[in-house]
């Protein structure tokens, strides 16, 4: 008797178990169906509609930045993100070679342009300019910036001086590769402890003026020490120390070198600068170059060139661009001449003796 009570009550017992399987399976699937109809109703939402004729048909248009309505032609959206590049490639060569993160780093600035600047410009995003709150803060903001860009002495010093070297080169005229080779000259100094006991504005200077020697388009030592905020013996004193200390190969400067710039700057034809050139090359020939200033013998050249050219060029034209005395270009020019055979004074020796 007790046995088949038993029965029963197991029977049971897995009757409403199986029962309530069921019923847990079915509001499962209640619940996925409701789930798969309100994502797709949010996606119809979703769907961009035009608030004045309630058409989906809306373009995108990337170049202009806008959303438009292709029926009624109701700008939707403007003044969109472009997440695109600024730069066009053609293939994937010039694809991979201007593809970036991130601005350049760049050895002119003492972080080599990997921190953030806040600019100075008083103007959000849209050009608007900014309340006084605003403007407080950001003025509180860039302080702080600039005090968590140079946290240390090394990083104050290297600061000061890139800016002495792009003040420097901008004064005298110098491209971009030789202010970048000037802050590399001047980071091993620093590295290499050059520093103590001389002034940060004497190492920039020597700095720059070896830069400039080094990729050919030199300057004068008057020049450099005219925009120098050192004197011409320290400036001096520092460069022969940078150049031994480095061990910077530097060849000696070319006359020729200087040629193009002067004849820049005193307005004379192609025809007497290339004479010019030919009077200096005549020069080193006769070695009548060795001892002497290249800057002076450039000067020179092109006075002794612009005579034999028939150009109306005086001493003192050619002393005013130069920074060479009158006398010294007088020097100089009789010993061009000297060099450069004067029964032949297109010609040179070497043509004069092949003719």
Same mark, same amino acid.
Request: net charge negative; proline share 3%.
């Given at each position: 008797?007790?046995?088949?009570?038993?029965?029963?009550?197991?029977?049971?017992?897995?009757?409403?178990?199986?029962?309530?399987?069921?019923?847990?399976?079915?509001?499962?699937?209640?619940?996925?169906?409701?789930?798969?109809?309100?994502?797709?109703?949010?996606?119809?939402?979703?769907?961009?509609?035009?608030?004045?004729?309630?058409?989906?048909?809306?373009?995108?248009?990337?170049?202009?930045?806008?959303?438009?309505?292709?029926?009624?032609?109701?700008?939707?959206?403007?003044?969109?993100?472009?997440?695109?590049?600024?730069? &066009? *490639?053609? #293939?994937?060569?010039?694809?991979?070679?201007? /593809?970036?993160? %991130?601005?350049? $780093?760049?050895? +002119?600035?003492?972080?080599?342009?990997?921190?953030?600047?806040?600019?100075?410009?008083?103007?959000?995003?849209?050009?608007?300019?900014?309340?006084?709150?605003?403007?407080?803060?950001?003025?509180?903001?860039?302080?702080?910036?600039?005090?968590?860009?140079?946290?240390?002495?090394?990083?104050?010093?290297?600061?000061?001086?890139?800016?002495?070297?792009?003040?420097?080169?901008?004064?005298?005229?110098?491209?971009?590769?030789?202010?970048?080779?000037?802050?590399?000259?001047?980071? &091993? *100094?620093? #590295?290499?402890?050059?520093?103590?006991?001389? /002034?940060?504005? %004497?190492?920039? $200077?020597?700095? +720059?003026?070896?830069?400039?020697?080094?990729?050919?388009?030199?300057?004068?030592?008057?020049?450099?020490?005219?925009?120098?905020?050192?004197?011409?013996?320290?400036?001096?004193?520092?460069?022969?120390?940078?150049?031994?200390?480095?061990?910077?190969?530097?060849?000696?400067?070319?006359?020729?070198?200087?040629?193009?710039?002067?004849?820049?700057?005193?307005?004379?034809?192609?025809?007497?600068?290339?004479?010019?050139?030919?009077?200096?090359?005549?020069?080193?020939?006769?070695?009548?170059?060795?001892?002497?200033?290249?800057?002076?013998?450039?000067?020179?050249?092109?006075?002794?060139?612009?005579? +034999?050219?028939?150009?109306?060029?005086?001493?003192?034209?050619?002393?005013?661009?130069?920074?060479?005395?009158?006398?010294?270009?007088?020097?100089?020019?009789?010993?061009?001449?000297?060099?450069?055979?004067?029964?032949?004074?297109?010609?040179?020796?070497?043509?004069?003796?092949?003719?």
């Amino acid at each position: 008797m007790s046995d088949a009570l038993h029965a029963r009550t197991r029977d049971s017992t897995e009757e409403q178990e199986r029962k309530w399987r069921d019923h847990n399976a079915a509001a499962d699937a209640t619940r996925s169906e409701a789930t798969k109809r309100s994502e797709s109703t949010e996606s119809e939402d979703e769907t961009l509609h035009c608030p004045e004729c309630d058409s989906a048909e809306i373009v995108t248009d990337d170049e202009r930045g806008e959303t438009v309505c292709a029926d009624c032609g109701l700008v939707v959206d403007e003044d969109s993100i472009d997440r695109g590049p600024e730069w &066009r *490639a053609f #293939d994937s060569a010039e694809r991979d070679e201007k /593809s970036r993160v %991130g601005a350049p $780093t760049t050895n +002119l600035m003492h972080d080599k342009g990997l921190s953030t600047n806040i600019g100075w410009q008083n103007k959000d995003a849209y050009g608007n300019s900014l309340s006084s709150n605003q403007r407080q803060k950001m003025q509180r903001l860039r302080t702080w910036n600039e005090r968590f860009r140079t946290r240390d002495s090394k990083e104050r010093n290297l600061k000061q001086a890139l800016g002495e070297i792009d003040r420097m080169a901008s004064a005298l005229g110098l491209p971009e590769n030789v202010r970048e080779t000037a802050s590399v000259i001047y980071r &091993r *100094a620093l #590295d290499e402890e050059l520093l103590p006991g001389r /002034s940060i504005e %004497g190492i920039a $200077t020597a700095s +720059l003026h070896a830069a400039a020697r080094m990729a050919q388009v030199p300057r004068s030592i008057d020049e450099v020490a005219r925009v120098s905020r050192v004197d011409e013996d320290e400036f001096e004193r520092a460069y022969r120390y940078v150049v031994r200390e480095l061990s910077l190969e530097i060849q000696p400067a070319d006359p020729a070198e200087y040629v193009p710039r002067f004849a820049s700057d005193l307005d004379i034809p192609k025809e007497t600068e290339r004479t010019a050139n030919e009077l200096l090359e005549n020069a080193k020939r006769e070695n009548v170059h060795s001892g002497k200033s290249p800057v002076g013998l450039a000067a020179a050249a092109l006075y002794a060139a612009a005579q +034999l050219t028939n150009e109306e060029l005086t001493q003192a034209d050619v002393s005013d661009v130069t920074d060479i005395s009158e006398v010294t270009i007088r020097n100089r020019y009789q010993e061009l001449l000297e060099a450069w055979d004067l029964d032949s004074p297109y010609g040179g020796r070497s043509s004069a003796a092949e003719a």
